[in-house]
């Protein structure tokens, strides 16, 4: 699965002169909105996208980069992609930073028309009006969560439908939720975020030590049939549901060196906690 970037062909035409819509913005149409145009559209008004900046861009990639290493099978991530968000008070298309969707077998040469599961916009430089207009919006379609990352104070906030606002920052960490638990990584520290390094080790640092934790699991659980330890499979379960190598390598060295199933099991107890 590879992050999706999908737009209909660019019109090269000029915009000609508009009426102004009630908000005093020029109106417009789709045929505005193409790759590579500075303008999204809001129930019928033109509104110009805020160019990304160097941080902007960086936290785009590193979300997308997260979501796609956790995003269960058949959920595609997509980035800066317009939405139809088209309601009875007029055309709109207005494109999250990232998405994660369901249902997108192929890319399409069009607009996307579903409803992600997590829309996230990274706010830098955008105002906070600008933003707000967005999201709600997003609300008034029935978007059931939207991650807003603001970069200066290095904050997550998660706007989900039918609930309160929750503002995680530094020091708490940010649920991903089912959808991004193909790996079993149930939340990020917030200020993984916002660095690099930090996050690798969430991505594909942590699918390389899952890797590990389930090939040392395996190996407790050869040596305690070949020892022929009768072992509970809730013990078992526990062996296995261990994310932890250098744990599990402990555990390694209790099942050889036990000796029996029961002394094992009480250590184990002690070992796991």
Known sequence: MQALRVRPPRNTGPIEVRDYGPNGRKLGT????????????????LVEQVRSREIHGILMALIATLFHMHARQGLTVMMDVYCDLTDDE???????????????????????????????????TQSKKYLEEKVKLYVEHDWPCTWIVHANRQEVEIVTLGAATVVYRPGSEVPL??????????????????????????????????????GRAASVLDVLATRGFVVARATQTRISACAD???????????????????????????LG
Do not use: Q
């Open 245 to 271: 190598p250098a744990l599990l390598s402990r555990c390694l060295v209790l099942a050889v060196t036990a000796p029996d199933g029961a002394t094992f099991a009480r250590e184990l107890d002690l070992l």
């Open 177 to 214: 939720g089912p959808d991004l638990d193909k790996y079993g990584l149930a939340a990020v520290p917030t200020s993984a975020f916002f660095d690099e390094e930090a996050l690798s080790s969430y991505s594909d640092g942590w699918v390389r030590m899952k890797g590990e934790a389930r």
């Open 90 to 124: 007029g055309p709109s298309l207005r494109a999250p930073d990232v998405a994660l969707v369901s249902g997108l077998t192929k890319p399409k040469d069009d607009f996307f028309r579903g409803t992600p599961i997590i829309a996230v916009e990274i706010r830098g």
């Open 30 to 45: 789709f045929a505005d909105c193409y790759d590579g145009s500075p303008w999204e559209l809001h129930r019928g008004e």
